[in-house]
C-alpha cells in the first residue's frame, strides 16, 4: 500500500523560506513521478511542481524561480524548497505520486504553510 507521509509546513514570514519533505513508501518510486500540490481556502487544489526519476522538473508559473522540488530515489523521498515566500503561498502543500502509465494518483495528508507577518 503506497503511503505519502509530508513533514516540514508551519508559519513562515513574506519573503522568508521553508522546507517541505515527503518520504513515499510501499512500492518502488523509480516507476512513479512525484511532486507538490496545494489548495488555499475556497479554491481548488493546483499544480506546485513536479519531477520524474530522472529529475526532470516542471513549475507552476506562480513559484518558478522561487520554490526547488529535488528528488532522491534511493531513499523514497522528495522535497520542496520554498523561498521568497509570498502571503499567496498560504495553502496546505500535498505530497503527489503517480506511477507511470496509471491513472492513479496517490496524496498524502497535507501540511499546512502559511505565510505571514
Known amino acids: 500500500q503506497v503511503q505519502l507521509v509530508e513533514s516540514g509546513g508551519g508559519l513562515v514570514q513574506p519573503g522568508g523560506s521553508l522546507r517541505l519533505s515527503c518520504e513515499a513508501s510501499?512500492?518502488?518510486?523509480?516507476?512513479?513521478?512525484m511532486g507538490w500540490y496545494r489548495q488555499a481556502p475556497g479554491k481548488q487544489r493546483e499544480l506546485v511542481t513536479t519531477?520524474?526519476?530522472?529529475?526532470?522538473?516542471n513549475y507552476a508559473d506562480s513559484v518558478k524561480g522561487r520554490f526547488t522540488i529535488s528528488r532522491d530515489n534511493a531513499k523514497n523521498a522528495v522535497a520542496l524548497e520554498m523561498n521568497s515566500v509570498k502571503s499567496e503561498d498560504t495553502a496546505v502543500y500535498y505530497c503527489?505520486?503517480?506511477?507511470?502509465?496509471?491513472?492513479?494518483?496517490?496524496w498524502g495528508q497535507g501540511t499546512q504553510v502559511t505565510v505571514s507577518s
Open positions: 503527489y505520486a503517480q506511477r507511470y502509465l496509471s491513472s492513479r494518483p496517490y
Open positions: 510501499g512500492d518502488t518510486f523509480s516507476f512513479y513521478i
Open positions: 519531477i520524474t526519476s530522472g529529475s526532470s522538473t
